[in-house]
């Protein structure tokens, strides 16, 4: 347990320094720079682009989450089970087409910058959460739903104190899954002038300078495990105050 935090700890620290203080790693960059070219990525600071990145992924995946969760606890109950199948193929359709062809898609209509971006990001977690969602709410215990039903509560109140609160750890599992993904395709968004850490890499893909490419891809990495070790951990929280674990 204590070489996990100061595992994370270190992490933490190392990804604020890459962040706030990109200079202070010029040491490791300078041999993957070319000779006499840039070595940290100057154009716009790292904090600004880390942020607008983040911001693009809560945006999504907050929106994914509210879509997906919400079809789940509809095809779950007796009235929508026969859309089930009709749900499953929409939150396909994120999965069906590349991110690369979204963005091509959506350009068109929503013009450059965040707006295909944050297309691209929803429809590519809805499957995840969703697929979670229904495992969750379809493999309650029996008899504690028998025993919410003998004390009186109704559909709404068994929901809401019940079955949501039961299923959370898995759900919370297909989140921690479309985030992942979404912190790392967020990084194409910059193809189409979205403001993410993808800039980064695509600008050192660009000018052959591999020194770029490592810090955008070692920052979104970064950001990528600790976001996940995060929700792990919230995850495991929950299902031991559940008595799940």
Sequence with gaps: MRAGMLLRAALVALLGALVLRP??????????????GPVIYERT?????????????????????????????LVTRPAGAAFRPLSRTITNVGQTFPPVAVLALAVPALGFGAGPTLVALFLYGLLP??????????????????????IGLNRWQRLL??????????????????????LGTATIGSTVAAKTLGEV????????????????????????????????QLETRLSRRLGTV
């Design 201 to 232: 890499i695509i600008a050192g893909l660009l000018t052959n300078n591999t020194a770029y490419v490592l810090q955008g891809g070692l920052i979104v990495g970064l950001f990528a495990v600790l976001i996940y070790d995060a929700l792990v």
């Design 161 to 182: 104190r019940v079955e949501l609160p039961l299923a959370m750890p898995v759900i919370l599992t297909g989140i921690r899954l479309s985030v992942v993904i979404a």
């Design 45 to 73: 600071t790292l904090l600004s682009l880390s942020l607008s990145h983040l911001g693009l992924v809560v945006l999504a995946s907050g929106a994914a989450t509210l879509v997906a969760v919400t079809l789940a606890i």
């Design 23 to 36: 200079g202070w790693f010029v040491w490791a960059f300078a041999p993957f720079a070319p000779e006499g």
């Design 129 to 150: 959460i969703f697929e979670n969602a229904i495992t969750g709410l379809s493999t309650l215990p029996p008899a504690t739903m028998e025993a919410a039903r003998g």
